[in-house]
């Protein structure tokens, strides 16, 4: 099993920076990947960004690419996801998980989910 433990996010205004932190549990044979996904209400969960477990490749939704950034501490095998010039539109649950089969940018490609945290922007 593997668990993920999100913190950060919080209420920001238009143009501000947040830093969202996942924090990862048990057996990398699990998975091959980190992902970040976003719901705003009434919407589909949305790919954000994704990394691979060995390597440092990164993959961004295109509604996001430039202003996000995905890193990760490998001692602490702990995840960040900076994000910078935020706007309204980003508000959203912001959830991480860790990817075990299929396409990295489908929901359904991910067993295991962080609890989800709340990002809200303001104009």
């Known amino acids: 099993q593997v668990q993920l433990v999100q913190s950060g996010g919080g209420l920001v205004q238009a143009g501000g920076s947040l830093r969202l932190s996942c924090t990862l549990s048990?057996?990398?044979?699990?998975?091959?990947?980190v992902g970040w996904f976003r719901q705003a209400p009434g919407k589909e969960r949305e790919f954000v960004a994704y990394?691979?477990?060995?390597?440092?490749?990164?993959y961004y939704g295109d509604s996001v690419k430039g202003r996000f950034t995905f890193s990760r501490d490998t001692r602490k095998n702990t995840l960040y996801l900076q994000m910078n010039s935020l706007k309204p539109e980003d508000t959203a649950v912001y959830y991480c998980?860790?990817?075990?089969?299929?396409?990295?940018?489908?929901?359904?490609?991910?067993?295991?989910w962080g609890q989800g945290t709340q990002v809200t922007v303001s104009s």
């Open positions: 998980a860790a990817h075990s089969r299929g396409t990295y940018y489908l929901a359904s490609a991910y067993d295991y």
């Open positions: 990394i691979t477990r060995v390597g440092v490749d990164t």
């Open positions: 048990g057996p990398p044979l699990f998975y091959d990947g």
